[in-house]
Every structure is written in structure tokens, then in C-alpha cells.
């Protein structure tokens, strides 16, 4: 059963939206993820236009976090103070972001951008916590389960005590991590959790199963920003498409949070990256085989 998208200027098959979302919402479930990183790529390889799979998917990863953030928020793993404070700084960056990809687009380069903003950002993070998770399986310690924040996240001014996360932490700090994370969800259609979820665990200091629960918490408002500006700034926001990825992710982030909860953290680390890994060589392929003679130098679209 096909459905034609009308700003993606696509036709597609209504199951294969309905089970990317709901695959995107069991990884959000999870990991804490918003799941952008993953679903975006895997719009563009169906032939969804860049610009309106990004902004289309930060429709859903509000669905998909929502979703997840309720069923973390019974298990006491959500970091609603600490989460707050990344909020005011993923707002700043998202709107900025927004401004940037109008830019971009403008340029004509935002397709070649994104994919390779894509490449680095995974390589970077999927390679860092497959080390730490293989490393933290052959000890088997307690160094494994609990991390201790970096010198620079206790050095900086504006320190706060989180009782639920049970660190001590700068809140310039998170506002800066925050402001990075709506940066990214402006430019990649991401909630920013796949940056967020290990800076949280190995900068931060803070218990995998809450750095999960809070991070799903902080990408709402920041992807909900997001969507509304894109919508009005980019006019990138294909509704029929992202409610069709909204209904699938909401079933699969609550699927996800309760699988989440019977694996241990070192566990949900490794598929993590796994999963992290394999999109970026996905997204490498697709950059190196594509015709250098397709990146626009001027006023594309």
C-alpha cells in the first residue's frame, strides 16, 4: 500500500514508514536516543530529499522521546533538573541550527554537508564506545558500572549537585553540551542523543540507565524547537510522513525502554555502537559512490 508524500515530492510504501519509525522508536526505548541519526540516513536511502528527512524526523523523535522518557520516568531514571538545564542550552543551538541549514541550502552544498557531518560525528562516537565497552567487558569491575566526570566537567564555574544523577557538575557545562545537541538537531534531523548518551556516561559521570532515561527527556524540547522552526523557516516538514513515523515510534520506544531495563549497561553500550558503527558505513559508501559532479556550487534548492 503506497502513499504519496506531497513535500517530499516521493511515493512510498505506508508499512516501510510505519516500520522505520517503529524500528528508530525501539532503538530510542533503548538507548536514549532520539533515534535521528539512524532514521534520517535510512529516509535518504528510500529516496526521501535531505532537508525534508531531517526536519521531517525530528517530528518524530518528539514522538519517540516522549514515549520513551514515560516509561524511564516509572523506573526513577529520569535527571529532570539536570535535564532542564541542557534544555535552555539546546534551544539556543537548535534555533542557530536552523539559521545554518537556510544558509546551507541556500548555498547548495547542505546534502554533501550532512552526509559528511554524518561520517565523522559516528566514526567519532561509535569507535570510542566500542573501545570503553570492550575494554569495561574484560574487566568486569566496578570501574565498568560507574564513571568518573572528566577534571573539565568539575573545574568549571556554576557548580550543582543532581541528587538523582548523584554528580556534582558545571551547569555551563551542560548548557554547552545542550547548545551542541540543538546544533545538531537542526543540521543532521537528529535528537542528539548519540552524542549525548556517551558525553553523559564518560564526561559527565552519570549511571548508564539514567543517563538513557534523562537524555530521552532533553531531546524532547529541543526536537520540538527544531520542527517548529524548520517548518517555518525551511519549509521542510512533510506532516504526512512524519506522522506516519510518529505512530511507529511511539509503539517501538515503549517496546524498547522495557527490553532496556533486562541488559546490563556494559551490554547496551556495545549494540550501541554496533548499531552506530554500521550507519556510518553505510553513509561513507553512499558519500565515496556518489558523482562529485552532483554537489551544486550555486542557489540549489
Given at each position: 500500500m ?7 515530492g516521493?511515493?512510498t ?111 567519532g ?58 546544533l ?13 548518551l ?12 539514567r ?19 524548520q ?23 515503549q ?17 550501541f ?11 561513507l ?17
Amino acid at each position: 500500500m503506497s502513499i504519496f508524500l506531497p513535500v517530499a515530492g516521493v511515493q512510498t510504501s505506508i508499512f516501510l514508514i510505519l516500520s522505520l519509525g517503529g524500528t528508530v522508536g525501539l532503538l530510542s526505548g533503548l538507548f536514549g536516543v532520539g533515534g535521528g541519526f539512524l532514521l534520517t540516513p535510512l529516509l535518504m536511502m528510500i529516496g526521501i530529499p535531505p532537508a525534508v528527512a531531517a526536519a521531517s524526523d525530528t517530528n518524530q523523535i518528539v514522538a519517540a522521546s516522549v514515549s520513551g522518557t514515560l516509561a524511564h520516568t516509572r523506573a526513577g531514571n529520569v535527571d529532570f533538573k539536570l535535564g532542564l538545564v541542557m534544555v535552555l542550552g539546546g534551544l539556543t543551538g537548535g534555533t542557530l541550527g536552523t539559521s545554518l541549514v537556510k544558509t546551507l541550502r541556500q548555498m547548495g552544498n547542505f546534502d554533501f554537508v550532512v552526509k559528511l557531518v554524518y561520517v565523522l560525528m559516528l566514526l567519532g562516537v561509535g569507535s570510542f564506545m566500542l573501545m570503553e565497552s570492550l575494554s569495561a567487558l574484560r574487566r568486569n569491575d566496578q570501574q565498568s558500572k560507574s564513571h568518573q566526570p572528566l577534571p573539565l566537567a568539575k573545574r568549571l564555574p556554576l557548580k550543582v549537585y543532581f541528587p538523582v544523577s548523584g554528580i556534582e557538575c558545571s551547569a555551563l557545562a551542560l548548557f554547552a553540551l545542550g547548545f551542541l545537541i540543538g546544533l545538531l538537531a537542526a543540521l543532521m534531523g537528529v535528537g542528539g542523543g548519540f552524542i549525548m548518551l556517551p558525553v553523559m556516561i564518560y564526561l559527565l559521570g552519570i549511571p548508564t540507565h539514567r543517563a538513557v532515561g534523562t537524555s530521552l527527556f532533553t531531546v524532547i524540547l529541543t526536537a520540538i524547537n527544531v520542527t517548529l522552526a524548520q517548518a517555518i523557516v525551511n519549509e521542510t516538514v512533510d506532516v504526512v510522513l512524519a506522522l506516519l513515523l510518529l505512530v511507529g515510534s511511539a509503539v517501538g520506544a515503549q517496546i524498547g525502554a522495557r527490553v532496556g531495563r533486562k541488559l546490563k549497561a556494559e551490554q547496551l553500550r556495545i549494540i550501541f555502537s554496533f548499531i552506530v558503527l554500521g550507519v556510518m558505513v553505510k553513509m561513507l559508501y553512499d558519500l565515496l559512490s556518489t558523482p562529485p559532479s552532483l554537489i551544486v556550487l550555486g542557489g540549489g534548492h
